[in-house]
């Protein structure tokens, strides 16, 4: 499966936007998928993973209530709708998906298969 994230901008800190993650190739149905983030001189950062089958979802503590995973089936596309924005949220977005990840392993990397290449967010201050 072939992933492309978009989306990505430049906002003001209390903004919003909205990432998109299209896959081609298979359908996100069939696996689990995530957000992850990477700011300069910083380590990935997981933010959201979601198990289509089951429904469970695990946000980052840091994202929690601000930032919403969705899909759409008929697009196959992945968004991660981002309120709130503060300047610490600036970092490459990526999606990525797997299969068979477990609810417990959905914050590591190393879980997922595929990942699309990154769409820059930048909040500023």
């Known amino acids: 499966v072939q992933l492309q994230a978009s989306g990505g901008g430049l906002v003001q800190a209390g903004g919003s936007l909205r990432l998109s993650c299209v896959a081609s190739?298979?359908?996100?149905?069939?696996?689990?998928t995530g957000w992850f983030r990477q700011a300069p001189g910083k380590e990935r950062e997981f933010i959201v993973g979601?198990?289509?089958?089951?429904?469970?979802?695990r946000y980052a503590d840091s994202v929690k209530g601000r930032f919403t995973m969705s899909r759409d089936g008929a697009k196959n596309t992945v968004y991660l709708q981002m309120n709130n924005l503060k300047p610490e949220d600036t970092a490459i977005y990526s999606c990525?998906?797997?299969?068979?990840?477990?609810?417990?392993?959905?914050?590591?990397?190393?879980?997922?298969?595929?990942w699309g290449q990154g769409t820059q967010v930048t909040v500023s201050s």
């Open positions: 979601r198990r289509w089958s089951t429904g469970s979802t």
């Open positions: 190739g298979r359908t996100f149905s069939d696996y689990t």
């Open positions: 990525a998906a797997g299969s068979r990840i477990i609810f417990s392993q959905l914050a590591l990397p190393s879980s997922y298969d595929y």
